[in-house]
């Protein structure tokens, strides 16, 4: 796999400190961490574009999605730091931050705006969770008709059965799957 950085996005999710300080399978949060700022680091310095991607209400809560559901959110008001990068992604001038409010990241941001100006038809995407929002911006941006590339140990989820349907079932059908290591390899 040879990948034309600048024709190329990195696209993190929601590695904030009021998800990452949650536990995942099949990966920690600190190695989907790492993997995705040794990533980000190497793309960055090719001329790739550098997208981190959090989720963020406003203090009242109004703008959350509440729709009737058999499993809601049950999680009250977030502390003041919730949706804060980790400072270990070691975010950049240069990087384009998202704010969204619900699972996928096309909808309702600028993200599709800043990856169609620039000319980026490519994205490496990871974070955290699989199923829910790295797999909701996986469909949206399949939709749209991004290549992509779902680097399987730089995201993680609640669960192994969700992380495994995403990776074995859905990803191979909208995009490659491969490792931190095979994208640091090709931006080689």
């Not at 400190?17 to 040794?38: E, F, L, S, W, Y």
């Not at 499993?71 to 270990?88: C, Q």
């Not at 590339?149 to 059908?173: N, Q, W, Y």
Request: with cysteine; net charge neutral.
């Amino acid at each position: 796999m040879k990948l034309d950085p600048p024709r190329t996005a990195f696209v993190a999710i929601d590695l904030q400190k009021g998800i990452a300080g949650m536990p995942t399978v099949p990966h920690p949060p600190r190695d989907v961490i790492k993997n995705a700022k040794a990533m980000a680091d190497a793309l960055r310095d090719k001329g790739g574009f550098v997208v981190w991607v959090r989720v963020a209400m406003s203090k009242d809560g109004k703008d959350r999605l509440e729709l009737p559901c058999d499993a809601p959110w049950k999680g009250g008001p977030m502390p003041p730091d919730w949706s804060e990068l980790v400072p270990e992604l070691g975010v950049q001038p240069s990087d384009h931050v998202v704010t969204k409010k619900q699972w996928g990241t096309f909808y309702g941001t600028d993200l599709e705006l800043q990856l169609r100006r620039r000319g980026l038809d490519t994205i490496v995407l990871c974070g955290i969770a699989t199923c829910f929002g790295v797999e909701s911006t996986a469909r949206d941006a399949y939709e749209r008709g991004f290549c992509q590339i779902l680097v399987e140990d730089a995201m993680s989820c609640m669960t192994a059965e969700g992380h495994e349907h995403a990776i074995k079932r859905v990803f191979p059908r909208m995009g490659l799957v491969r490792s931190t290591s095979d994208v640091l390899a090709g931006l080689r």
